[in-house]
């Protein structure tokens, strides 16, 4: 098995920070996030960095094994196709495919933080001892590729995809949302004066035999200034 060194320190712990940082940074800056991208920023995260992060980790203490091949036939589907449509789940929100989606749909600051760690995770998977590591770990490719093809990164040993080419184009403009108005609510609805007085009175008086219904949730007030 190849060694887990690439420089000084190990590929775990030099691609670790690049995403943190990224993410950081998109938290930073949540007001102007595009709510349209949470649910695919979750699948990228979820499904590519999670699952590279255990299998470096896999790697890193010996543990990773090559998958083995099926050699038994699958077994026919029990079900028609009219049954499995019906009680299949809902289908997630697709990856878009095109090249640096992910960097080119977000506005400024927190485009530039993508760019950046693009331009960060470019630079350690063009190292050689990166090859290796992902010659010993084929599912480590498949794992990162939807996330480096979101930030402009090429895998190691993979050429530019044609659609690579070209200028870049200015990133959109942020539309800041408004902080929501402090006050209780309770199952995503707006309680009445009277009711989120009462609710005061319950969290200011507590008592032996008082609970506070978990159902309620109080949203703090938070300063405009930074």
């Known amino acids: 098995m190849p060694r ?7 590929l775990t712990q030099r691609y670790t920070p690049i995403i943190t940082r990224m993410l950081d940074a998109f938290g930073a800056h949540n007001r102007i996030f595009p709510l349209w991208l949470n649910p695919l920023l979750g699948r990228l995260i979820i499904r590519g960095h999670c699952r590279a992060l255990n299998l470096l980790g896999k790697l890193a203490a010996g543990l990773y094994c090559l998958p083995r ?10 079900t ?5 449509a019906a009680t299949q789940a809902p289908k997630k929100p697709r990856l878009p495919m095109a090249w640096k989606w992910l960097t080119r749909a977000l506005p400024s600051p927190i485009c530039e933080a993508a760019r ?3 331009a960060e995770l470019q630079q350690l998977l063009s190292e050689p001892e990166t090859a290796e590591i ?51 609510t309770i199952e995503g609805r707006t309680l009445t004066p009277a009711e989120s007085r009462a609710i005061d009175w319950v969290a200011n008086n507590p008592g032996p035999r008082i609970r506070l219904d978990p159902r309620y949730c109080l949203i703090p007030m938070k300063p405009d200034w930074p």
């Open 4 to 10: 887990m060194q690439t420089g000084t320190e190990t």
């Open 134 to 184: 992902f010659a010993a770990a084929p599912a480590l490719r498949t794992h990162l590729r939807p996330l480096c093809r979101a930030l402009g990164v090429t895998l190691p040993a993979e050429p530019l995809p044609a659609d690579a080419h070209g200028p870049e184009p200015d990133p959109p403009p942020a539309v800041v949302r408004p902080l929501p108005e402090p006050g209780w």
């Open 116 to 118: 950046a760690a693009g």
């Open 69 to 78: 091949r099926r050699t038994a036939p699958r077994k026919p589907p029990t």
């Open 80 to 84: 028609t196709a009219s049954q499995a």
